[in-house]
């Protein structure tokens, strides 16, 4: 075997492709829509070297258009998921002992895959699978994804140089092991690039992984499953099932060699979890690593200060981009009595602007919501609202599920900062504003910071630096991510380490060296290179 202190490359956020008229990647990305559209494909399990196909076959459909059949995902088993962390274990002896060099290099093979030949068929699926727009995939199952592997080995190589000091005649070392048992990977619908993170930040540092996918993302993480096998990903290392979550849980959550979970979801699944890992302690091995990101009730807060404008293009991308479906995504809004009209005409102008549809149709900028259960639920919290005289609809509240699962961009105005939809996470395009007494912005802040149980993003406009500097120390806890005169989404690995604290999550960080660090058990070397040969101490000699 070969040694050396290897140079990783330089990562670099990959640039985001504009898709604009007669540029090469929209026609390409338009033949790859038309291609997925045109055939219906049947999705297996990947578990070790095989793949599975059950009887259970399960429809997958655009969400803007759920009467077409994209294909069928093969739904497995308690049997499968047992199969699965049995292949996880069995791979885990030779990954672990691979060299870092040749771990790194697969996953920096996954991201020039996805950068170059997958790339329109990743967003395709992305956009068709899960309602994006063509700008939303790109940054998403392209540009997001990209990062995170390109990082991520960055961040594993800075890990493995963190090293102690040495006194002399002795050497200090540490190893940085994975973790002794298999890492559970469970996954969400919105971010194809989270989707493919949860399992590849785990596989990096040397664990291997049992993989489970929201079905609503299956499309997609069928791509991302293809690519890490043509980038080298060895059998058994990566296992992805398709099994229902509690069949899921109640065999994982119980084998002693369950090591850890990477999860992002809501935060009642994940305190349940939590819980179930609690009383299931004394089955383990080793006490697993518990990393979760979860639910956000996420805020931007206007100082009177503030650039109206700005304001009302920062609520209308942080509300309604994706459909408000990002767990950063801004949903209560809270504006001085002073700017209110104006930023309120200048959303309601571009609201009207808005085009709604499939994403097909690249001139839409608001598809449709992931499946009927949330279209079910956004329509309630719109009819809740409307039948509450403290709430005025300010623009939108209408929803049509006929072809798809649309619901409009819905703008609410309420007398109450405690009202329901200013307190409860919707995941939806539904944004409430609360006009506060802009000689009251101090007060505000702490309403802010008392109103909601999640501290995962939030953001202060302002002009007037000291309103700025006060609204970061009175929301020091209430956002893992806070910005300034920016909407609160859009973190960018490299440059915003993603995550929240409270209800949000672990705040273990996506996309920094934290996030790794929680994959890895350190054991500590001492070695002494010529040993004492004589118990007695200098000061035990007589006077």
């Not at 771990?103 to 956009?127: E, Q, S, V, W």
């Not at 291997?208 to 499309?219: F, R």
């Amino acid at each position: 075997m070969t040694s050396g202190f290897f140079h990783i490359p330089v990562p670099k956020n990959e640039p985001i492709l504009s898709y604009v008229s007669g540029s090469p990647e929209k026609t390409t990305l338009k033949r790859a829509l038309t291609d997925a559209r045109s055939q219906q494909i049947e999705i297996p399990m990947y578990i070790g070297g095989e793949k599975v196909y059950t009887d259970q076959r399960i429809p997958l459909s655009p969400p803007h258009d759920h009467q077409h059949i994209l294909g069928y995902f093969h739904e497995g088993d308690a049997g499968h998921v047992e199969q699965a962390i049995q292949a996880a274990l069995n791979a885990k002896p030779q990954w672990e002992q691979m060299s870092w060099e040749h771990r790194a290099a697969i996953f920096l093979k996954a991201a020039d895959l996805i950068a170059g030949p997958y790339r329109a068929r990743m967003n395709a699926a992305t956009m068709l699978g899960q309602s994006k727009n063509v700008f939303q995939a790109e940054i998403d199952s392209a540009c997001e994804i990209i990062d995170f592997l390109r990082f991520n080995v960055a961040y594993m190589g800075e890990i493995y140089q963190q090293q102690p000091i040495s006194s002399q005649g002795v050497w200090n070392r540490v190893e940085y092991r994975p973790l002794e048992g298999f890492v559970f990977a469970l996954t969400p619908f919105n971010f194809t690039a989270i989707a493919g993170n949860l399992p590849a930040s785990a596989a990096l540092m040397g664990n291997t992984v049992v993989w489970k996918p929201a079905y609503t993302q299956v499309y997609s993480a069928q791509v991302l499953m293809e690519v890490f096998q043509e980038a080298g990903v060895p059998d058994g290392v990566i296992n992805l099932i398709y099994v229902d979550g509690p069949v899921a849980g109640d065999i994982i959550f119980k084998h002693p060699d369950f090591a850890g979970i990477h999860f992002t979801g809501s935060t009642k699944v994940f305190q349940n979890i939590w819980k179930t890992i609690g009383e299931n302690i004394h089955l383990y091995k080793s006490y697993p690593r518990i990393v979760g990101e979860t639910g956000g009730k996420d805020f931007v807060i206007a100082h009177a200060s503030a650039n109206p404008k700005a304001v009302a293009v920062g609520l209308l991308r942080g509300a309604f981009e994706y459909q408000g479906q990002k767990c950063s995504a801004a949903s209560r809004a809270y504006i001085p009595h002073t700017l209110w009209e104006e930023v309120k005409n200048y959303m309601i102008e571009d609201l009207k602007t808005f085009r709604m549809g499939g994403v097909e149709d690249f001139r839409n900028f608001i598809n449709a919501v992931i499946d009927e259960r949330a279209f079910d639920k956004i329509a309630s919290y719109i009819d809740r609202a409307k039948e509450d005289p403290a709430v005025t609809v300010v623009a939108g509240g209408g929803y049509d599920k006929s072809k798809g699962y649309f619901v409009e961009p819905t703008v609410l105005e309420t007398k109450n900062p405690q009202s329901l939809t200013m307190c409860e996470e919707i995941f939806g395009p539904v944004l409430t504003v609360y006009v506060y007494n802009a000689d009251n912005f101090e007060q505000t802040l702490e309403l802010v910071d008392q109103t909601s149980p999640y501290a995962l993003t939030g953001a202060v406009f302002a002009q007037d630096r000291y309103a700025i500097e006060l609204a970061s120390a009175k929301l020091k806890h209430s956002a893992g991510n806070f910005y300034i005169n920016d909407k609160p989404t859009g973190a960018v690995v490299g440059q915003q380490p993603f995550g929240g604290g409270r209800a949000s999550g672990t705040n273990d960080k996506a996309g920094s060296l934290l996030n790794l660090l929680r994959w890895v058990s350190t054991r500590t070397i001492k070695e002494t290179f010529v040993s004492p040969t004589d118990y007695r101490y200098p000061f035990l000699a007589e006077e």
